[in-house]
């Protein structure tokens, strides 16, 4: 069984913190605990099917967790970063202590941790890192990347209550060399491991660079590449590469079109099949206001395998997202395809077709409300079909500046064409947290 293999992160993080701190120590020292913050919340769920299994052999449960957690920030939390903050390093670390009422022998520590940190070298010399690191046991894997909606969930899922650990390094520096114009390099390191005979892990090393030129006003130009370094413990290892180009011209501050080419090339170790991937497609952006912005863009994709029958499609993606102080969603629709990989199953080129919504309103000042849903459609190379769905509603209420209340409810399933892949599932959790 192949390893993956790691890089120094922890290294190179902690010299980056140990550069920077010492300039901007001085700016909050003077009152160091009003940078931390101690918390801690205690999670009731009822889960109808604890294993998301098909109905005839779905267990339900009552799930506690304890989470004591910490944050840490350079800028006191009563105020927001700004970009005028030359040094930022926001941390938050939540371990938690799962107990099952009946299937006491899933029980475990979870972990749940993030890291955002900025560094301004100069105005238009900028490095930013993020990080991401999760351990649980939930069978669907929510969805955490930077450009993930709230709430999305990754294609692949697990059978059984199997703890899994993800870390996710993403650093980035950028340039500006204009209002619109930057250059920019993106490194992501993405680790997965599960101990499991039928699911494996994995580690991802993907280089980025991209590059945003405006010509004038009116004309403008993104041109980006991504390689990709697939590790995996028992399938073929991954090289990948994606280049993508697009010209967008601006009728005027509201309005734009553009036009993009994407090309895919995925080189596997044997005995895999290497692949091409075409994806041009047209699109609109016009913003209805400040705050409401719609995008429509449409287009074909041909996948070339270098042996076997080609697949082709429509991709499309139509959203609508406003952000307002008081109300904010996003209402989007998706079709074209998935590559799955750096997963529990690895399910790989997947026709996907998904329509996603959520909407988030602050009632009052201490009550805030929400409700998410999706329906998306997967076609898989081995021709199972599937209908993946999910409908939740969530309320949070602050009873006092530090206690808070959430309520979450949830209905979620599969309908397949193969009865194993087949379930249903209800799910309630109450959380409470105090922070001191």
Sequence with gaps: MKKTKRIGWKGC???????????????????????????ITAEEEYNSNIDSAPNRLKKDDFITTISPGLRFSTSEFRRPPTEEDRFRLDLDFRPGFVFYAKEHEDNYISLDGSLNARYAFTRN??????DYLIRDD??????????????????????????????????????????ENLIALNFRNNIYEINSRVFEGSMENYINPRLTYWFNIKHGLNLEYGLTLGHFEDSPDLVGHRAMGRYTYRFNPRTSIFCEYTYERNDFDPPSIDYDVHRPTLGLEYKFSPTLTGTAQAGYFWQIPEEGSRTTGPSFNLSLTKTAERTTYSLSFQGGYTEDYFTAENRGFTKTYTGYGTISH????????????????????????DWIWVISGNASYALLRWLSLSLQVEHNGDNSNISNSDYTQYRGIFRITATY
């Design 125 to 130: 010399l900028t490095f930013r890192v993020r």
């Design 138 to 179: 939930e069978t669907r894997e929510q969805d955490y990347s930077a450009t993930a909606l709230p709430g999305q969930y990754l294609l692949s899922r697990t059978s059984i209550r199997t703890p899994y650990f993800r870390n996710v390094f993403e650093p980035s520096l950028e340039y500006r060399f204009g209002r």
């Design 13 to 39: 993080l902690m010299a980056l913190v140990l550069m920077v701190l010492p300039a901007t120590v001085h700016a909050w020292s003077e009152d160091i605990l009003s940078h931390f913050q101690v918390y």
């Design 362 to 385: 602050q009632l009052t000042e201490k009550l805030t409300v929400g409700v998410t849903g999706s329906m998306g459609r997967a076609i898989y190379s081995n021709d199972q079909k």
